[in-house]
């Protein structure tokens, strides 16, 4: 460790460390579109350039190593007239056009530009014209007028994804980002260059003008599209009178599982979150109310002879309160997954399509196969936590428990549960690592959460938190739950 | 649409090339120039044919090619005047020149940087071959013998 | 006035040809090579006070150490990409006599303990490429070049076109071109080292550096050495063009006069008088009469004049030059030549080209001359590499000296 004088502070860090890294960490502003902790330095827009005491020039702090003693200015009068003169570079073909532009609310560029205090252009000359409107496939969108350039999203697909679509075409002040004749962008993690353009150049086509994010309430998430957990912000709707609907999922960072980015399919599977049932509850096919049907469960798990099948993407909670109706009542738990060779690859898709199936097996429930359906021969009342392969061999009672439409609408009963971008829980992913994802407090939710109706059940009233506790030490390496909500932790395989 | 083929001279130079350079890449220039002294512009097809070649991604050639004036991505169908711009040239009257060549219709006409004839300046290059100490009446003459162009 | 060292055999008739020159002492210092150790060729080198002749003029012993002391496979580049507007010299040694260069290039790997050397040379040398490529062949069936050499080194010899881009004679663009890329200058290293071919180490000299080292090893170091005023040892291929009789390229001593150089060699100006010289290529500062007339052709002289000695590529402008005209002329080059990748310098050339036009279009106004001084400013010592830079060397010149012609543009509101 050593110390370095930033603005005259103090600052304890790593020897070594790239400097815009340390200010970025130390939430000191630095100005900066090319560098990306995920893509590293590439030097090219010089926003970042900081005083070092000694430096006869101005030092970009994206090519600056720490050593001891270091000293460096980020506020003096002649470096923030560098950074804004800088900038007014970058706006120098820039159309303005913020009021319509989507990224307006998250981009850099406008950020510093009040930040400076830039309102008066001094450019009398005319603004270089480029293509304002380019759909470069995958969903996305390109303005190539509003592009300062850092290159970012080249280096995602040369350097992360390896498909190198897109490029830099021609030379100086004609440079422009496009894709090849022939090539689409097209890689399953595409969509990332929206969020790693720092400017409002690359949009999303599915996002465009729908919503403008000052409207919209960012929740910390997990996505649920394979068992890799990669960590997400769901933007829902906060706007008062109107009901929630979720916009968008954007990677949040965890260097433990996902790092900085997601797949476009986990990505897109936001829409899964605005298709969940309507709030009801359904008893022998006619809506009936959650009392009711809560009483009839309770009787038919005395009287009959049950089996139960959760899907595997439920949270470690619900989860374990299965397992204790379970032990309540003597049922067997069963759970099925999909494996989609197709789908997983090296980098974040993992081939298991279900986000919780580690706990599954941890809790010791057993597999779908051959002595399930023999074992559904004896039985009279099937129990379904959402799980898609529900089947159904012959006219048996069964109680749902769903956060989508059932395949058995007509002969089932049904409750209807909170899907999980507006509940919370845990979840261990393919490399055994649990994480939380949380629940929007802005947001209203008008559906039970799962973990009511399971406390309805067993008379008991478990929170997350407690349920977890009680089985922190059998399952989950005492890992504390409060431990978990701050940040991911690893179980091991 | 029909394929490409290198010649055998040229794959026999790519396998001497790739001897010399210290990794595949390099040989893009080289590539470059191949398919272009051969068709007389980059082609489409040629490019992804340099691109099984060098195992690169058809996209990095053409990244490279725009990045260099002298690459083409269409053929000049005419005559191809390159007349430099720069300095030395322009204090000794390229202007004339310009306004000369601009009258002609029989050539495409580019405007280039420096070509590094400033000592015999004004000049230009017609179809790379340069042609220095110009005034109008010898570039007259030399546009005016198509043959030896 | 004239020396003639590096360009002795330059009047021989057919003197790039292998066989004419091996009558003429050509590669007399490669039938020696066994004579002499790396290590003393490295040592004459250094003692000689021999400095780069591709603009920065950085002392070339130095640079050899650095990749003397580098480990790993070692390459030889020679810059030949020549693109500065007032340079052309190095294309008077490929075409009249490249024996000489393959002379250097050969001791010089020698020394150095590379078995790999290439010539980047600009894509428009079309015929100086033919002629390099002759010379080239030559000398692999005489065997200088080869894996069987007469002189018991074996050294592969490879020439590499460009394809129009200044920026790749910057040395770490150059390197980026020839690996297959664009040509993008790369961050500076933080500490002295030398320049990395695919991760190995690599030296990048000039042509005209490269083919003095024949007559360095065959003179001794102090014959090089006191040739000019020191620190400016030696001599070099000046070259004058613009307005003047005689344009061209005259080998001199370092420390002759400008204003005789002008007018001796260069025939004298073309028209009255002169009114500025452009001392080194474009990219060196503009100079008016005044200081003309006492300036000697060294590195400190020129330095002193706030201007730099460059390419040693004069561009002489007579009395009627417009100089905002002239000013047009070289930021129109920068703006067609920056690389892109850096923003004070894609964007700043662009704004001051187009600046320029609204002077010379009667739009101007004196906000505009800010413009030009806040974009010299944002461009000196902010980018990537050396090319913006001196785009404000060149802005400060012509402001300094002509900035009344400026203001003369300017339109007047009635
Ligand atoms: C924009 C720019 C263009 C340059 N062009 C050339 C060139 O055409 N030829 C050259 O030898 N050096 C050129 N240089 C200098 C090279 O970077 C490098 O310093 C030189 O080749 C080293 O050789 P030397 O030490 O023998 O001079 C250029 C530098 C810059 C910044
Ligand atoms: S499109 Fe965005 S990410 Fe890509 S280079 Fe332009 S500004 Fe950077
Ligand atoms: S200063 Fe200009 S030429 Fe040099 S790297 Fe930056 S943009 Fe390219
Ligand atoms: S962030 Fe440092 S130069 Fe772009
Ligand atoms: S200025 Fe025209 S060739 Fe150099």
Same mark, same amino acid.
């Given at each position: 460790?050593?110390?370095?004088?930033?603005?005259?502070?103090?600052?304890?860090?790593?020897?070594?460390?790239?400097?815009?890294?340390?200010?970025?960490?130390?939430?000191?502003?630095?100005?900066?579109?090319?560098?990306?902790?995920?893509?590293?330095?590439?030097?090219?827009?010089?926003?970042?350039?900081?005083?070092?005491?000694?430096?006869?020039?101005?030092?970009?702090?994206?090519?600056?190593?720490?050593?001891?003693?270091?000293?460096?200015?980020?506020?003096?009068?002649?470096?923030?007239?560098?950074?804004?003169?800088?900038?007014?570079?970058?706006?120098?073909?820039?159309?303005?056009?913020?009021?319509?532009?989507?990224?307006?609310?998250?981009?850099?560029?406008?950020?510093?530009?009040?930040?400076?205090?830039?309102?008066?252009?001094?450019?009398?000359?005319?603004?270089?014209?480029?293509?304002?409107?380019?759909?470069?496939?995958?969903?996305?969108?390109?303005?190539?007028?509003?592009?300062?350039?850092?290159?970012?999203?080249?280096?995602?697909?040369?350097?992360?994804?390896?498909?190198?679509?897109?490029?830099?075409?021609?030379?100086?002040?004609?440079?422009?980002?496009?894709?090849?004749?022939?090539?689409?962008?097209?890689?399953?993690?595409?969509?990332?260059?929206?969020?790693?353009?720092?400017?409002?150049?690359?949009?999303?086509?599915?996002?465009?003008?729908?919503?403008?994010?000052?409207?919209?309430?960012?929740?910390?998430?997990?996505?649920?599209?394979?068992?890799?957990?990669?960590?997400?912000?769901?933007?829902?709707?906060?706007?008062?009178?109107?009901?929630?609907?979720?916009?968008?999922?954007?990677?949040?960072?965890?260097?433990?599982?996902?790092?900085?980015?997601?797949?476009?399919?986990?990505?897109?599977?936001?829409?899964?979150?605005?298709?969940?049932?309507?709030?009801?509850?359904?008893?022998?096919?006619? %809506?009936?109310?959650?009392?009711?049907?809560?009483?009839?469960?309770?009787?038919?798990?005395?009287?009959?002879?049950?089996?139960?099948?959760?899907?595997?993407?439920?949270?470690?909670?619900?989860?374990?309160?299965?397992?204790?109706?379970?032990?309540?009542?003597?049922?067997?738990?069963?759970?099925?997954?999909?494996?989609?060779?197709?789908?997983?690859?090296?980098?974040?898709?993992?081939? %298991?399509?279900?986000?919780?199936?580690?706990?599954?097996?941890?809790?010791?429930?057993?597999?779908?196969?051959?002595?399930?359906?023999?074992?559904?021969?004896?039985?009279?009342?099937?129990?379904?936590?959402?799980?898609?392969?529900?089947?159904?061999?012959?006219?048996?009672?069964?109680?749902?428990?769903?956060?989508?439409?059932?395949?058995?609408?007509?002969?089932?009963?049904?409750?209807?549960?909170?899907?999980?971008?507006?509940?919370?829980?845990?979840?261990?992913?393919?490399?055994?690592?649990?994480?939380?994802?949380?629940?929007?407090?802005?947001?209203?939710?008008?559906?039970?959460?799962?973990?009511?109706?399971?406390?309805?059940?067993?008379?008991?009233?478990?929170?997350?938190?407690? %349920?977890?506790?009680?089985?922190?030490?059998?399952?989950?390496?005492?890992?504390?739950?409060?431990?978990?909500?701050?940040?991911?932790?690893?179980?091991?395989? | 649409?029909?394929?490409?083929?290198?010649?055998?001279?040229?794959?026999?130079?790519?396998?001497?090339?790739?001897?010399?350079?210290?990794?595949?890449?390099?040989?893009?220039?080289?590539?470059?120039?191949?398919?272009?002294?051969?068709?007389?512009?980059?082609?489409?097809?040629?490019?992804?044919?340099?691109?099984?070649?060098?195992?690169?991604?058809?996209?990095?050639?053409?990244?490279?090619?725009?990045?260099?004036?002298?690459?083409?991505?269409?053929?000049?169908?005419?005559?191809?005047?390159?007349?430099?711009?720069?300095?030395?040239?322009?204090?000794?009257?390229?202007?004339?020149?310009?306004?000369?060549?601009?009258?002609?219709?029989?050539?495409?006409?580019?405007?280039?940087?420096?070509?590094?004839?400033?000592?015999?300046?004004?000049?230009?290059?017609?179809?790379?071959?340069?042609?220095?100490?110009?005034?109008?009446?010898?570039?007259?003459?030399?546009?005016?013998?198509?043959?030896?162009? | 006035?004239?020396?003639?060292?590096?360009?002795?055999?330059?009047?021989?008739?057919?003197?790039?040809?292998?066989?004419?020159?091996?009558?003429?002492?050509?590669?007399?210092?490669?039938?020696?090579?066994?004579?002499?150790?790396?290590? $003393?060729?490295?040592?004459?080198?250094?003692?000689?006070?021999?400095?780069?002749?591709?603009?920065?003029?950085?002392?070339?012993?130095?640079?050899?150490?650095?990749?003397?002391?580098?480990?790993?496979?070692?390459?030889?580049?020679?810059?030949?990409?020549?693109?500065?507007?007032?340079?052309?010299?190095?294309?008077?040694?490929?075409?009249?006599?490249?024996?000489?260069?393959?002379? *250097?290039?050969?001791?010089?790997?020698?020394?150095?303990?590379?078995?790999?050397?290439?010539?980047?040379?600009?894509?428009?040398? $079309?015929? $100086?490429?033919?002629?390099?490529?002759?010379?080239?062949?030559?000398?692999?069936?005489? *065997?200088? /070049?080869?894996?069987?050499?007469?002189?018991?080194?074996?050294?592969?010899?490879?020439?590499?076109?460009?394809?129009?881009?200044?920026?790749?004679?910057?040395?770490?663009?150059?390197?980026?071109?020839?690996?297959?890329?664009?040509?993008?200058?790369?961050?500076?290293?933080?500490?002295?080292?030398?320049?990395?071919?695919?991760?190995?180490?690599?030296?990048?000299?000039?042509?005209?550096?490269?083919?003095?080292?024949?007559?360095?090893?065959?003179?001794?170091?102090?014959?090089?050495?006191?040739?000019?005023?020191?620190?400016?040892?030696?001599?070099?291929?000046?070259?004058?063009?613009?307005?003047?009789?005689?344009? *061209?390229?005259?080998?001199?001593?370092?420390?002759?006069?400008?204003?005789?150089?002008?007018?001796?060699?260069?025939?004298?100006?073309?028209?009255?008088?002169?009114?500025?010289?452009?001392?080194?290529?474009?990219?060196?500062?503009?100079?008016?009469?005044?200081?003309?007339?006492?300036?000697?052709?060294?590195?400190?002289?020129?330095?002193?004049?706030?201007?730099?000695?460059?390419?040693?590529?004069?561009?002489?402008?007579?009395?009627?030059?417009?100089?905002?005209?002239?000013?047009?002329?070289?930021?129109?080059?920068?703006?067609?030549?920056?690389?892109? $990748?850096?923003?004070?310098?894609?964007?700043?050339?662009?704004?001051?080209?187009?600046?320029?036009?609204?002077?010379?279009?009667?739009?101007?106004?004196?906000?505009?001359?800010?413009? /030009?001084?806040?974009?010299?400013?944002?461009?000196?010592?902010?980018?990537?590499?050396?090319?913006?830079?001196?785009?404000?060397?060149?802005?400060?010149?012509?402001?300094?000296?002509?900035?009344?012609?400026?203001?003369?543009?300017?339109?007047?509101?009635?």
């Amino acid at each position: 460790m050593v110390t370095i004088y930033v603005n005259n502070k103090p600052i304890i860090c790593k020897d070594k460390e790239l400097l815009i890294k340390v200010l970025k960490e130390n939430d000191i502003f630095i100005p900066h579109f090319c560098y990306h902790e995920s893509l590293g330095a590439d030097g090219n827009c010089r926003m970042c350039l900081v005083e070092i005491e000694g430096s006869k020039r101005p030092q970009i702090a994206c090519d600056t190593f720490v050593y001891d003693g270091l000293r460096v200015h980020t506020k003096s009068e002649s470096i923030l007239e560098t950074n804004k003169d800088i900038l007014e570079l970058e706006l120098l073909s820039h159309p303005v056009d913020c009021p319509t532009c989507d990224q307006a609310g998250e981009c850099s560029l406008q950020n510093y530009y009040m930040e400076y205090g830039l309102y008066d252009s001094r450019v009398s000359v005319a603004k270089n014209k480029k293509d304002k409107a380019l759909d470069l496939g995958s969903n996305i969108m390109l303005d190539q007028e509003r592009c300062v350039l850092c290159m970012r999203c080249v280096r995602f697909c040369s350097d992360i994804t390896k498909t190198d679509e897109l490029v830099v075409m021609g030379r100086g002040n004609d440079s422009y980002i496009t894709t090849t004749p022939f090539m689409r962008l097209s890689n399953p993690y595409a969509m990332n260059v929206i969020d790693l353009c720092p400017v409002g150049a690359l949009t999303s086509k599915d996002f465009r003008f729908k919503q403008r994010v000052w409207f919209l309430d960012s929740t910390q998430s997990i996505c649920h599209a394979c068992s890799k957990n990669c960590s997400i912000f769901i933007d829902h709707n906060a706007q008062k009178n109107q009901n929630d609907h979720v916009h968008r999922f954007r990677p949040r960072v965890n260097t433990m599982v996902n790092g900085h980015f997601i797949c476009d399919e986990g990505r897109l599977s936001y829409k899964k979150a605005n298709e969940t049932r309507k709030n009801d509850f359904i008893m022998k096919s006619r %809506i009936s109310t959650y009392e009711s049907i809560l009483k009839h469960t309770k009787k038919l798990l005395q009287s009959e002879n049950a089996i139960a099948l959760v899907s595997a993407s439920l949270s470690v909670e619900q989860m374990l309160l299965v397992k204790e109706l379970s032990e309540m009542y003597l049922f067997d738990v069963y759970y099925d997954y999909k494996e989609d060779e197709k789908f997983g690859d090296d980098f974040l898709k993992s081939s %298991i399509k279900e986000s919780n199936l580690y706990t599954a097996k941890l809790l010791d429930f057993k597999l779908v196969d051959k002595p399930y359906e023999e074992s559904l021969i004896s039985k009279s009342l099937i129990l379904n936590f959402n799980s898609e392969f529900i089947s159904k061999p012959r006219p048996i009672e069964m109680i749902e428990f769903l956060t989508h439409e059932g395949k058995f609408e007509r002969s089932s009963s049904i409750f209807t549960y909170e899907y999980f971008h507006n509940d919370m829980g845990l979840l261990i992913n393919s490399d055994g690592v649990i994480s939380s994802y949380k629940k929007s407090s802005k947001v209203k939710s008008e559906k039970f959460t799962l973990l009511k109706i399971l406390n309805d059940l067993l008379d008991e009233s478990y929170t997350n938190e407690s %349920i977890y506790e009680k089985y922190k030490e059998l399952f989950f390496k005492n890992i504390p739950y409060s431990k978990i909500m701050k940040q991911s932790q690893r179980l091991g395989l | 649409m029909s394929g490409y083929t290198f010649s055998a001279e040229n794959l026999k130079e790519i396998d001497k090339l790739l001897k010399r350079y210290p990794s595949k890449e390099a040989l893009t220039l080289p590539i470059l120039w191949m398919v272009q002294n051969d068709l007389g512009y980059l082609s489409n097809i040629a490019l992804r044919e340099a691109s099984k070649i060098l195992d690169m991604p058809t996209s990095h050639f053409y990244s490279v090619a725009s990045f260099y004036t002298m690459f083409k991505f269409k053929k000049s169908e005419k005559v191809f005047v390159e007349l430099c711009k720069s300095l030395s040239c322009e204090l000794n009257n390229s202007d004339e020149l310009y306004e000369y060549l601009k009258t002609r219709d029989d050539i495409e006409l580019v405007r280039v940087e420096c070509l590094g004839s400033c000592g015999s300046s004004p000049m230009c290059a017609i179809n790379g071959k340069y042609h220095e100490n110009l005034n109008i009446k010898k570039l007259d003459t030399i546009l005016g013998d198509k043959d030896a162009l | 006035m004239l020396f003639k060292n590096v360009s002795a055999r330059f009047e021989i008739e057919n003197s790039n040809s292998i066989d004419v020159i091996l009558e003429h002492n050509g590669y007399e210092m490669v039938k020696k090579l066994q004579e002499f150790t790396p290590e $003393q060729i490295i040592q004459e080198v250094e003692k000689s006070g021999l400095r780069g002749k591709g603009g920065g003029g950085a002392l070339a012993g130095a640079k050899w150490r650095l990749l003397e002391k580098a480990k790993g496979k070692k390459y030889i580049v020679i810059n030949a990409d020549e693109s500065e507007p007032g340079t052309f010299k190095d294309r008077s040694i490929i075409e009249k006599d490249p024996h000489l260069l393959i002379e *250097g290039i050969i001791l010089t790997a020698y020394a150095l303990n590379s078995n790999d050397a290439f010539i980047y040379i600009r894509g428009e040398y $079309q015929e $100086q490429a033919k002629i390099l490529q002759k010379a080239i062949d030559e000398a692999y069936e005489k *065997g200088f /070049l080869g894996d069987e050499t007469i002189h018991k080194y074996n050294i592969h010899l490879t020439l590499h076109r460009g394809a129009g881009a200044y920026i790749c004679g910057e040395k770490s663009a150059l390197l980026e071109s020839l690996e297959g890329k664009r040509g993008h200058p790369r961050l500076k290293p933080h500490t002295p080292s030398p320049e990395y071919f695919f991760n190995n180490p690599t030296l990048v000299n000039n042509v005209e550096t490269i083919a003095t080292i024949p007559s360095i090893i065959k003179n001794g170091s102090s014959f090089y050495k006191n040739l000019g005023v020191e620190p400016s040892c030696g001599s070099m291929l000046f070259g004058v063009s613009g307005h003047v009789n005689k344009p *061209g390229i005259y080998e001199c001593e370092f420390g002759v006069s400008m204003l005789d150089y002008i007018n001796t060699l260069g025939g004298g100006v073309k028209g009255e008088s002169i009114k500025a010289v452009i001392t080194g290529g474009v990219s060196t500062g503009v100079i008016p009469f005044e200081i003309v007339k006492d300036i000697k052709l060294t590195y400190e002289d020129l330095r002193k004049a706030g201007s730099s000695l460059g390419t040693g590529g004069m561009i002489v402008m007579n009395e009627s030059t417009c100089m905002v005209k002239a000013l047009k002329n070289i930021l129109s080059f920068y703006h067609d030549e920056s690389c892109g $990748q850096c923003t004070p310098c894609r964007e700043g050339t662009f704004w001051v080209d187009a600046t320029l036009d609204k002077f010379l279009d009667g739009s101007a106004t004196l906000e505009d001359i800010e413009i /030009l001084k806040s974009n010299s400013k944002i461009m000196n010592g902010k980018t990537v590499c050396v090319f913006a830079p001196s785009v404000s060397t060149v802005i400060d010149s012509f402001l300094k000296y002509f900035q009344d012609e400026f203001i003369a543009k300017i339109k007047v509101d009635v």
